[in-house]
């Protein structure tokens, strides 16, 4: 069945940064376009980055615009976001799901806490 | 930026009756290059992540039982649950898909409780 797990959430100190992992399988990851949607603890839901299947097409919601980026290996079926800069509103559940208009399969979630 | 705006953001409905959430786009989600809405509904649990249930306004995920249904098009959509089970206790989020450039907004959710 489809899994995706996501690794590498923690806390860290404002300012810093933190790389998150997806892990894929039970599904044909190369041709997915892939996204990072956001969660604040009891709050709604934020999308955050797509990358197309192919990894040439990236987009990301204006708030994280120059500090995170999204990449993919499809030889290793890994979704990342490298998150620099990081700021206290960044604190969230991190969620990677795939999909292109829609958001087909998500994981379990990664949660990062952006804190002194 | 288009704004998901959904009503009411809470309500209680008894066990085998209707629940009916709306859910308004600030702009149309209808593409008139492939005569589809891009607008999606979800149903999160708590401690859970999202779960599609509807895409395209009105197509039922594979696996989403029969009493889940979408309707609307262009601005104004709707999810019905005909039958309210007592699993169905969730947030339920819409979701629209902008193509160009590709943006992806959320509704701000409705809690759904048994009455």
């Known amino acids: 069945q489809v899994q995706l797990v996501e690794s590498g959430g923690g806390v860290v100190q404002p300012g810093r940064s933190l790389r998150l992992s997806c892990a894929a399988s039970?599904?044909?990851?190369?041709?997915?376009?892939m996204h990072w949607v956001r969660q604040v603890p009891g709050k709604g839901l934020e999308w955050v980055a797509f990358i197309s299947y192919d990894g040439n097409n990236k987009y990301y919601v204006d708030s994280v615009k120059g500090r995170f980026s999204i990449s993919r290996d499809n030889s290793k079926n890994t979704l990342y976001l490298q998150m620099n800069n990081l700021r206290s509103e960044d604190t969230a559940v991190y969620y990677c799901a795939g999909g292109v208009s829609h958001f087909d399969y998500w994981g379990q979630g990664t949660l990062v806490t952006v804190s002194s | 930026d288009i704004v998901m705006t959904q009503s009411p953001d809470s309500l209680a409905v008894s066990l085998g009756e209707r629940a009916t959430i709306n859910c308004k786009s600030s702009q149309s989600v209808l593409y008139s290059s492939n005569n589809k809405n891009y607008l999606a509904w979800y149903q999160q649990k708590p401690g859970q992540p999202p779960k599609l249930l509807i895409y395209?306004?009105?197509t039922r995920e594979s696996g989403v039982p029969d009493r889940f249904s979408g309707s609307g098009s262009g601005t104004d959509f709707t999810l019905t649950i005909s039958s309210l089970q007592a699993e169905d206790v969730a947030v339920y989020y819409c979701?629209?898909?902008?193509?160009?450039?590709?943006?992806?907004?959320f509704g701000q959710g409705t809690k759904l409780d048994i009455k």
């Open positions: 395209w306004a009105s």
């Open positions: 979701q629209q898909y902008y193509t160009t450039p590709p943006m992806y907004t």
């Open positions: 039970g599904f044909t990851f190369k041709v997915y376009g």
